[in-house]
């Protein structure tokens, strides 16, 4: 059983910056890939950024490259997705995903596990 966790939304002005954080518990010794998928009000899904388990490739939507960092905390199968000079675009219910394996994976349908999302809002 894998519980996956997300924290840190909020409300933020265009331009500003916001940490989201999320955490993947489980009893066993498995590391996990970690993603992030955001979903606006009436559209789908759509991926942000993944890092494998061990933190050395990571992927990024082209919507947020340059402006959104994903990295690997120091606690086992914890990610932060570091948001800087947001925009209102990026307004969204952002969740976290969690898979075995060894990559940085950007297909929703790739993911085993996942968060209840939290909710990120910029204002303009």
């Known amino acids: 059983q894998v519980q996956v966790v997300e924290s840190g939304g909020g409300w933020v002005h265009s331009g500003g910056s916001l940490r989201l954080s999320c955490v993947a518990s489980?009893?066993?010794?498995?590391?996990?890939?970690m993603g992030w998928f955001r979903q606006a009000p009436g559209l789908e899904r759509e991926f942000v950024a993944a890092?494998?388990?061990?933190?050395?490739?990571?992927a990024y939507a082209d919507s947020v490259k340059g402006r959104f960092t994903i990295v690997r905390a120091s606690a086992k199968n914890t990610v932060n997705l570091d948001m800087n000079n947001l925009k209102p675009d990026d307004t969204a219910v952002y969740y976290c995903?969690?898979?075995?394996?060894?990559?940085?994976?950007?297909?929703?349908?790739?993911?085993?596990?996942w968060g209840q999302g939290t909710q990120v809002t910029v204002s303009s």
């Open positions: 995903a969690a898979r075995m394996g060894d990559g940085a994976y950007i297909v929703e349908d790739e993911y085993d596990y």
């Open positions: 489980t009893r066993t010794f498995t590391n996990y890939n």
């Open positions: 890092i494998s388990w061990t933190g050395d490739r990571t």
